[in-house]
């Protein structure tokens, strides 16, 4: 593993191309899930210079209850716990999609974690038997930063963190 994660390249698409090889190779040889997800989550914080990179990781609360539960993160302190279907992240546990959000002030019933956050990319994350395990959760303090560029790179990533 290298010491550091080294993001070349102008654009995002460049970017990303370099940073994917490094997160493959973070993971390679490490068996431990939240190890691994801790340093994808980093990788992705200091490689792209996002404002706030996290999982949330669907968990039982009780009974038959399911809710978000925060886990590995790099950014500023966030919220804990997210119910089905509520905020950008219930809402892409719900729906199993990806969601871009452009301005999180238009987003109806968008939790907000920190007034800084202006917009957002949301990606599911699969079991074997196609039910939601995690959210990915990425934050930019500028409206509009994310778009089908970063979906695409992001979902490859989101393969990654399915087979770790
Ligand atoms: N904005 C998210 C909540 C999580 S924080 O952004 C870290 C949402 O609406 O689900």
């Known amino acids: 593993m290298s010491e550091s994660i080294i993001v070349s390249g102008s654009t995002k698409k460049e970017k990303y ?8 190779a973070l993971v390679k040889g490490e068996t431990d899930s939240i190890a691994n997800l801790s340093n ?11 404002f706030w990179v996290g999982i949330y990781f669907v968990k039982q609360s009780s009974g038959n209850k399911y809710e978000l539960v925060l886990g590995p993160f790099q950014g500023p302190v966030a919220c804990t716990r997210i119910a089905y279907g509520k905020g950008v992240c219930g809402k892409s546990w719900e729906t199993k999609q990806t969601i871009i959000v452009e301005d999180v002030d238009k987003f109806p019933g968008h939790i907000a974690c920190s007034s800084l956050s202006k917009s957002e990319i949301v990606l599911p994350a699969f079991d074997k038997d196609g039910e939601v395990k995690l959210i990915l959760d990425i934050d930019s303090e500028h409206l509009a930063s994310f778009d089908e560029t970063d979906k695409i790179y992001l979902e490859k990533v989101i393969k990654i963190i399915e087979n770790i």
Not at 17 to 24: G, V
Not at 40 to 50: E, H, N, P, Q, V
Request: glycine share 6%.
């Open 17 to 24: 191309e370099s940073l994917l090889p490094q997160i493959k």
């Open 40 to 50: 994808i989550i980093a990788a992705l914080k200091f490689g792209m210079d996002y």
